[in-house]
């Protein structure tokens, strides 16, 4: 009888290609976030009005964005990336949904530059900048978790890659202590936006959303 050969573990060329599906994924994900960013916060002004006039519209886009379609000017700013199998952003659950959130606040933020400037369309404004804030601020915890979960579960791994983990992690902190910054001043702004003068005001007054302060 034929004794079956014993499982061996994943494929080292296989692990490779998930990591660095993972890595090209970042890239993009990266240039979304800049994107979001406030002028007077981003390292590249020039380079984040580049991205929201040419970033994917929808996942699908996403998956076939390839570095390649940059603005000339925007190409050596970069690190260079390359579109992905679908399969590949669904198998990176946590990096999928924050493709999401991201692709939704941008076009979010395309439409409304589109809008007028009435008081109700302000507060509005506001609403959705407050929104994205708590968006990027959620993005960025969830990070950090992630982060400290690979150290736990792959000590080796970790450590030979040690510089590229601190620097996520040193990125993702200081992306959520932005963050932070933001919302409370969008709750000051937002408050005093939707302050019913005398006489009543049609602007729906601010409200506390689940989870947030």
Known sequence: MKQSSPRRGKPVVAFDSQ?????????????????????????????????????????????????????????????AFRSNAPRTLKSNSDLQLSVGRLLGALNSRRRAAKGGSSKVESAAKLRRELNEAKMLKDIAMRELVDERNRRQEDASTYTSNLASANSAKDEAIRLLREAEEKIKKLQRELAVATQHPRGGSNVTPIRKEDGHA
């Open 19 to 79: 990591v660095e599906g993972r890595e090209n994924i970042n890239a993009k994900i990266s240039l979304l976030k800049l994107a979001l960013q406030d002028d007077d916060k981003t390292e590249d002004l020039e380079l984040a009005h580049l991205i929201r006039e040419c970033f994917p519209r929808s996942p699908t886009a996403f998956n076939a964005w390839t570095s390649n379609k940059l603005p000339e000017r925007a190409k050596p700013k970069v690190k």
